[in-house]
């Protein structure tokens, strides 16, 4: 069954700096990856995604991403953080052969500082 | 327009009751899904129907039946709620295939006393 590991269950960045949040994951087959924030009392948002083709993929707010499949991994990255990014960041993957399941991880909250 | 729609957004019970939350997607979407989020944020799916059919039943009590009356629809019923119900439930659709992604509802936040 596929799913997803988010190492860190924290991330503190100071505003401007670069943000990274971290995701690998495990598929029997190969993967459909997706992120998704969530702002407090709200539902999950979605970001971006990677299907196929260019490894580097852009999404909503700023965001990228990049997909690694030697080392099974799509981190989440964005140049200079700003406060309002300040949320709880889900990874997800989905199995190309499967049901349609879609496995997240753990989340991680990450805290921008002014 | 609200893609994804939950009512109620919160729900206070008492335990022993039967609740039922509903859930309705205006992006003709074929797939629905219902998760429950835990006090750790965990998200964990519960089920997916896929056009009105039981795709994904996880390990989850026969407390809990979901119900689609049509596509747009997928509804959760839950039977004798106990104090570990306690949780937000999510409500997302997504198209038929694989690599599209999910949309999801504000939520209902479930609180068992």
């Known amino acids: 069954a596929q799913s997803v590991a988010q190492p860190e269950d924290q991330v503190n960045v100071a505003e401007g700096n670069p943000l990274t949040v971290k995701c690998t994951y495990s598929v029997s087959g190969n993967p459909y990856l997706f992120w998704y924030v969530q702002y407090p009392n709200r539902g999950l948002q979605f970001l971006l995604k990677y299907i196929t083709g260019d490894n580097l993929v852009k999404g909503s707010y700023g965001f990228e991403a990049e997909f690694n499949k030697s080392q099974t991994s799509f981190h989440l990255k964005k140049p200079s953080a700003l406060v309002s990014d300040s949320a709880l960041y889900f990874c997800?993957?989905?199995?190309?052969?499967?049901?349609?399941?879609?496995?997240f991880g753990k989340g991680n909250q990450v805290v921008v500082i002014p | 327009d609200t893609a994804v729609s939950q009512t109620p957004k919160y729900l206070v019970t008492q335990m022993g009751n039967d609740k039922s939350i509903k859930c309705e997607q205006n992006l003709g979407h074929d797939t629905m899904y219902w998760y429950k989020q835990d006090s750790k944020k965990f998200l964990k799916i519960m089920f997916s129907y896929n056009n009105k059919e039981l795709i994904i039943n996880e390990t989850v009590p026969n407390r809990f039946s979901p119900k689609s009356p049509d596509k747009a629809h997928l509804n959760l019923h839950i039977n004798s709620l106990e104090l570990g119900d306690s949780a937000v439930y999510f409500c997302?659709?997504?198209?038929?295939?694989?690599?599209?992604?999910?949309?999801f509802g504000q939520g209902t936040r479930l609180t068992v006393v």
């Open positions: 997800a993957v989905r199995d190309q052969r499967g049901n349609n399941r879609l496995a």
């Open positions: 997302a659709s997504s198209g038929g295939q694989a690599n599209t992604e999910a949309f």
